[in-house]
DNA sequence: CGGTTGATTGAGGCTGCTCAAAAGGTGTGG
DNA sequence: CCACACCTTTTGAGCAGCCTCAATCAACCG
C-alpha cells in the first residue's frame, strides 16, 4: 500500500514513535493513539527557553526536531547541564504525571516542539499497554544515560569526560540518523555549555579540547563533532555503547 | 472488614506496593496482581552481591526490606556508587525490559529481596495500566535523584555533596518510615563509601566530616547519621525536598 | 594477642579553578 | 565599508581544593 499521501490521511511518522518503536512493535492503532503531533507542534529558535525551572506546563513535550538540553542554574552563576535532548526525546512535563520541574530546557538549535496534554498522555498510556511498556523501557534507557553521567562526573579526568560524553552523543546520533555524510555530527555548543556538562569551567575545557585535537583524537568547532579515531576515543573512555540500548 | 489475618488470605503489604502507592492509587485487583512478594523473597547478608555488572537476571528484583546500592567499578579501582536503593526501589532487572545490567548491586544492610519473572512483570504491567503509571511516575521520581546526583558531582563542592546526600537520604528514610526515635537513621556506609557515592577520596571525605561535625551541623558514625540542625544543612546543601515526590 | 577493617592525620603534589586579558569572528548600524 | 559591540576561543599566571602516598590509631574478632 504505497504513498497514502492525500493531507490528513496517515499522520507522518515522527520522531517520539520512531524512538519508542525501538523499544516495542506497535500497531496502527497505537501509532494513531500517539496521533498527529505535527499539529500541536511549534518551531522554536535556537537559545529559546522550553521549560523554566517551576514550571508546570500540565503537559508533555516531546521533542520532535533539532537539539535541545536539560540544564539546572544556581543562584550564584554555577550552571549544570543535566542531559542532552535528541529528537524523540521527551524534553518534560508535569501535571498529574510529577510535580514542577526541577531543572530549565533550552533549545540548542532552531527546534520543533509538539505537546500532549497531560490528562490526553496518561489516557493513552492507560488505553495502550505497548505505549505504556514502550515508555518504562525509554526511561530505563534514559537512567542508564543519567547513571553514565554520574560515572564521567564522579570518577572521571577532564579529557576522560569529554571522550565519554562525545562517544555517547555520537550513537545517539547516530540511532536519530543524524551523523553527516563526512562522519561528524552536529552539536551547537559553545565551549562554555560544554564545560557546564561536564563539570569542567569554560577554560580547562578549552585546553582539554586543545589536547585531544593535537593528539587527532577529535575536532570540535563551529559546533560541529569530527571524531577522527573512534577507538582510540572508546578507549579512552572507556566507552562501551550497551547501556545506550 | 477488619483483620483477615488467616494465612495466607491477603498478601501482607510489602514495600513495593507501598511505594508504587505513592503514585497512585491501586484497588485490591491491582494490590493481588502485584501478589504476595514475600513467597518469593529472599535474606541477604550485609555486603553481598545482589547483581553483578553484566548479569541478565531475567527478573525484576524489588528491594523489601534493608539497603543496598547499585554501583559501578572500573579495572583500575576507581568506583561510584550510583544510587542508595531503600524498602521499594528496584534493585535492577534484565530480560526483555532491558539490557544486561551495566552496575552491580550490593547491599548493605541485611536485606530482603523478592524475584519476579520479567514475563510475569511485563504481564502485570499490561494487565494493569494503574500499575503502569504509578511506575512511569516511579521511574520520573528516580531520574529526578539521579539528575539531583549530576548537580552534585558536577557543581558542588566536598561539604556541599555531603550535605545534599544527608539531606535527600533523610527524606527518603522518612518516607519510608525508616527515621529512628532520636530523629537519626541507619547508614552503615564506610566513609569510603560515602566518597565513592560523592566522588570524594575517604581521606578528604573525612576531613570534611570532621568539620561538618564540629560545626554542629551533622554526626555520622557507626552507620548511624544524626542531622542536628536540619535547616542550616538544607541552606549548605541548596536542598529543596520537592524532587523527591 | 595478632589480624583485619575503618577512621584519622600528615606532607607534598597535581588537576582543575580563578582572575585577567587578548585575539578571533560575526552581526549591526552608521 | 568601516566602526563598534558582543560572543567565543585562546592564553597566561597564580592559586586551592582535592588527591596520593604513607603511617598511625582505634575497634572489633577469632
Redesign the interface.
Known sequence: MPDPSGPNSVPSANALITKLERFATFSEVEREAIGDLDASSEWIAPGKSIITAGDSPEAVLPLLEGLAY?H?D?RDG???I??LLLPGDICGGSGE????A??GVRSLSRARIARIESAHF?AI???H?AI??A???S??????I??????N???RHAHERIAHLLCEVAHRMNDCGLVLSHGGFELPLTQHELG?A??LTSVHTNRVLQQLRAEQLIEFQGGVVHIHDAPRLQALA?F?P??L?
Chains 1, 2 share one sequence.
Open positions: 536539560r539546572k544556581f554555577r550552571r549544570q543535566l542531559s504525571l510529577s510535580g514542577p526541577d531543572y496518561i498510556v492507560r488505553a499497554p505504556a511498556l515508555l518504562i523501557k526511561a530505563l534507557v534514559e537512567q542508564a543519567q547513571r553514565a553521567w554520574i560515572v562526573l564522579g570518577q557546564s561536564l563539570g572507556d562501551d550497551a547501556y540500548s
